[in-house]
């Protein structure tokens, strides 16, 4: 069974710096996809960006395209999302999800693994 663990969450001024962490356990990961979602309040959960395990391919969500950077380290099975110029409306708990084998990255229906949430908060 795949374990997420988010970590890195906080607090941070506008125009300012933050990493969150993703540590998956559970599987070899090689065929997943990893994913990062954020969620508002009472909103669905939105595509942030993702990776494919095998290859590194990223994808990203327009709002974030050049100042997000998804990336992952194989040998600690854990996956990174380096926030830049962050923004108020960036504030919103980030998720990390694991999907098996899809083609289809930016929905969060196809991922069937989810670590508990890590809250981004981001002052003006």
């Known amino acids: 069974q795949v374990q997420l663990v988010e970590s890195g969450g906080g607090l941070v001024q506008a125009g300012g710096s933050l990493t969150v962490s993703c540590a998956a356990s559970?599987?070899?990961?090689?065929?997943?996809?990893m994913g990062w979602f954020r969620q508002f309040p009472g909103k669905e959960r939105e595509f942030v960006a993702a990776?494919?395990?095998?290859?590194?391919?990223?994808y990203y969500a327009d709002s974030v395209k050049g100042r997000f950077t998804i990336s992952r380290d194989n040998a600690k099975n854990t996956v990174y999302l380096q926030m830049n110029l962050l923004k108020p409306e960036d504030t919103a708990v980030y998720y990390c999800?694991?999907?098996?084998?899809?083609?289809?990255?930016?929905?969060?229906?196809?991922?069937?693994?989810w670590g508990q949430g890590t809250q981004v908060t981001v002052s003006s």
């Open positions: 999800a694991a999907a098996y084998s899809i083609t289809v990255v930016g929905v969060a229906s196809n991922y069937n693994s």
């Open positions: 559970g599987r070899t990961f090689s065929s997943y996809t």
């Open positions: 990776i494919r395990w095998s290859g590194g391919t990223t």
